[in-house]
Nanobody, 116 residues
Framework: QVQLVESGGGLVQPGGSLILSCTAS????????VSWYRQAPGKEREFVAT????????GYSEPVKGRFTIVRDNAKHMVYLQMNSLKVEDTAVYYC?????????WGQGTQVTVSS
């Protein structure tokens, strides 16, 4: 069974850091295009970051550029989202998405709350 699972969310103060993890069962993330999205209350889901994988290319949305980093650990078949200098407006449910062999998979999401 193909499944994506995110973890690592939680409550953090403004300016703090968190690392989100994404892992898959049924296929390896090493051969997938992996992206992170987020959805804040009352807002549409939005793109955060992507990792192409095959050539090491990454991309970020403007609100997170310079603060977030998407990282692959091919040995562990995992993808991480390193989030630094977190802001209140980063509060959202964060989702991992993987595109593998033309199929798209989503995780269940992990809550990130930035608050003092």
């Amino acid at each position: 069974q193909v499944q994506l699972v995110e973890s690592g969310g939680g409550l953090v103060q403004p300016g703090g850091s968190l690392i989100l993890s994404c892992t898959a069962s049924g296929f390896s993330l090493n051969t997938a295009i992996v992206s992170w999205y987020r959805q804040a209350p009352g807002k549409e889901r939005e793109f955060v970051a992507t990792s192409i994988g095959s050539d090491g290319s990454t991309g970020y949305s403007e609100p997170v550029k310079g603060r977030f980093t998407i990282v692959r650990d091919n040995a562990k078949h995992m993808v991480y989202l390193q989030m630094n200098s977190l802001k209140v407006e980063d509060t959202a449910v964060y989702y991992c998405k993987a595109v593998h062999l033309r199929s798209e998979y989503w995780g269940q999401g992990t809550q990130v709350t930035v608050s003092s």
